[in-house]
């Protein structure tokens, strides 16, 4: 069997069901990817990961290479020993951090030219350098260099964006296949689509990936940017007849719950952000009925768990009451637990979809799951 392949299993309307096999393990889908931007994931060990039932990270290009670089990685064993991880890695190439950096920034046909937000060094950063550093960190995926651009971006920023990825994304296929040619089977490269929310730009972008190569994968990104979420909706529903079934679709930096489920019916497989340890680190947790601020003092003397539904360690431990306690103290445990828990709460919930997908009743389940979530608001 190839190092990199996706099955199939089942579908329900555009629902997907599968399961990504990649050389660091097997993912079934749909599957949230947590957020490991440093080679960390906030709060949380990789133990606390696998606990949870986490099966692929995601790490970024960017803030390795400027810190402590890749190099460094490398010489540690590469980014799995490095962050002692065992399982599936993907790394992000670091567009979308360079082209949101506040303070120097230069883009040309050739790559980026930056300020490292570490120690202001200038740095440039080309589809080659992006894809020879993701190659020394040795994740399993590795993603195309893009040109990201605002989710509110006008057509004619978005169309000049869209040649620069287009033609980016030949010279990270070229150099990648000479980097895997000495070594193949170690890591696979991942394009993206872009076109921000102009749907005649987004099938432009989804024709020129597909007619570049045979991909194992394909990302579709410059979502979830401060575009509304009905646009997000539009786009996934034009490009979902054009996407190849046999290559699993990666919807990048999604992650809220209601967001994962909707987009999951639109098609898309996989998914990340840093919502679920972000919100959690400021106090809010997810419940069936909603996120909840765990800092109200309504829960003052609540003996009850966050969540009555959840299995992990901080629902089975802990009540809401001690949780309060723990951010009404500003003791880092709070950050931790609500931050497993949320992560857990979005693997569960891909779990059931996909259970949900392989029964044949999904469609009725998401609408049903996303109504109740949204009825009550953050309380």
């Known amino acids: 069997m190839s190092a990199f392949s996706y099955r199939l ?25 947590p957020v490991g931007t440093q080679g960390t994931v906030r709060t949380l060990s990789p133990f606390d990961l696998d606990a949870v039932g986490a099966r692929m990270i995601l790490a970024n290009t960017y803030h390795l290479h400027v810190r402590p670089g890749e190099d ?49 060094s200038r740095r440039r950063l080309t589809p080659e350098r992006a894809v020879e550093i993701q190659w020394m960190l ?58 921000a929310s102009h749907l005649d730009l987004r099938r432009r972008a989804t024709e020129e990936v597909l007619n570049l190569g045979d991909w194992t994968g394909v990302a579709i990104g410059g979502l979830a940017v401060g575009e509304p979420k009905a646009v997000m909706y539009d786009v996934l529903d034009a490009l979902g007849s054009s996407l190849p079934p046999a290559v699993p679709r990666y919807l990048m930096g999604v992650g809220f719950p209601e ?46 768990p966050l969540d009555d539904t959840c299995d992990c360690e901080t629902c089975r431990s802990y009540s809401r009451g001690y949780l309060r306690h723990l951010f009404v103290a500003e003791e880092l445990l709070g950050l931790r637990l609500l931050s497993l828990h949320n992560v857990r709460f979005l693997v569960r919930l891909a779990a059931e979809a996909r259970r949900r997908i392989t029964a044949g009743s999904f469609d009725g389940w998401h609408r049903d799951w996303i109504e109740r979530y949204n009825a009550r608001g953050n309380t």
């Open 259 to 304: 967001d994962l489920l909707a987009s999951v019916a639109r098609g898309q497989d996989l998914f990340d952000c840093v919502a679920p340890t972000r919100n959690g680190r400021n106090g809010s947790g997810y419940t069936p009925d909603g996120p909840l601020n765990i800092r109200n003092a309504t829960y003052r003397a609540d003996s009850t």
């Open 138 to 195: 040795g994740a399993d995926v590795a993603m195309a260099f893009d040109h990201v651009v605002p989710g509110g971006a006008t057509h004619a920023d978005a169309a000049d964006a869209l040649k620069r990825t287009s033609r980016w994304l030949g010279r990270c296929a070229k150099r990648h296949g000479e980097l895997a040619s000495a070594e193949p089977g170690r890591q696979t490269l991942w394009p993206i689509i872009q076109g």
């Open 9 to 33: 299993e089942a579908s329900d309307g555009a629902a997907r069901a599968g399961t990504l096999v990649l050389p660091h393990g097997e993912v079934e889908t749909p599957a949230f990817m």
């Open 72 to 120: 460094t990685v490398a010489e540690l064993g590469g980014l799995h020993r490095f962050m002692a991880w065992p399982g599936p890695l993907l790394t992000d190439s670091g567009g979308f951090q360079v082209f949101s950096l506040e303070g120097f920034r230069k883009v040309d046909d050739d790559g980026v030219e930056f300020q490292s937000h570490v120690d202001g």
